[in-house]
């Protein structure tokens, strides 16, 4: 089975604060992806990374950067957290079979 | 880059009819079309999938349609049960084997199925 690991489940952060989202996968897949979810709104890719130190914008990174340090770890920096980043997080792998994409659990991030 | 469209957003039907949400996309060369069941407080996960080179694909009770002249997608469930009651979404990818564009997904689709 794919098992994509998001460490946080549940968090509440202050504006302003500084806020790490860990994604960590099994299989050593290459593709790994942030996206977030809003109720009306769907899921919307927020970066997206290939390999190793290598990334990808997605269709709204702004507020957001990446780091992929290891193949296994694919980590959301939020640099400065804003309320209007409230959300769901998901993080997801690509398997190397066609385009089949697995999710995480979920994070849900609050912040105040 | 890719716009997918869903329609309805919410679906409302008795149980045991039949259920179909429509999909449709804007990139030509898109050719990867899956279908993703998300429960409440739970993660999504992949129900069904189809690929441009075929028409329609079936697995039980589900099923899901593809036309590609007028770049449109479905998802057929019939003898609908309580527990497809979810949050269908469908999406569109540009690439297979390996490539790592992502997926563009639809906004969602409430599915009550009512007693």
């Known amino acids: 089975d794919v098992k994509v690991t998001q460490s946080s489940r549940y968090l509440v952060k202050r504006t302003g604060e500084k806020v790490f989202l860990e994604c960590v996968q099994d299989?050593?897949?290459?593709?790994m992806f942030w996206y977030r979810q809003d109720p009306g709104l769907g899921l919307r890719l927020i970066y997206f990374?290939?390999?190793?130190?290598?990334?990808e914008k997605g269709d709204i990174p702004e507020g957001y950067s990446v780091s992929r340090e290891k193949k296994e770890r694919f980590s959301l920096i939020l640099e400065s957290a804003s309320t209007n980043q409230t959300s769901m997080y998901l993080c997801?792998?690509?398997?190397?079979?066609?385009?089949?994409?697995?999710f995480g659990e979920g994070s849900w991030l609050t912040v105040v | 880059g890719e716009n997918v469209e869903q329609h309805p957003s919410t679906l409302s039907v008795q149980e045991g009819d039949s259920a179909v949400i429509k999909c449709t996309y804007s990139d030509s060369a898109s050719n990867y079309f899956p279908w993703y069941k998300q429960e409440l407080g739970k993660r999504p996960q992949l129900i069904i999938d189809i690929r441009s080179n075929v028409g329609e694909k079936k697995d039980q009770r589900i099923a899901v349609t593809l036309n590609k002249t007028a770049k449109h997608f479905s998802l057929h469930i019939t003898e609908t049960q309580p527990e497809d009651s979810a949050v269908y979404f469908c999406a569109a990818s540009s690439r297979t084997g390996g490539g790592a564009d992502g997926l563009t997904f639809g906004k969602g689709t409430h599915l009550i199925i009512q007693p």
């Open positions: 990374s290939y390999d190793v130190k290598m990334k």
């Open positions: 299989m050593d897949h290459e593709n």
């Open positions: 997801a792998i690509q398997t190397g079979t066609g385009n089949t994409i697995y």
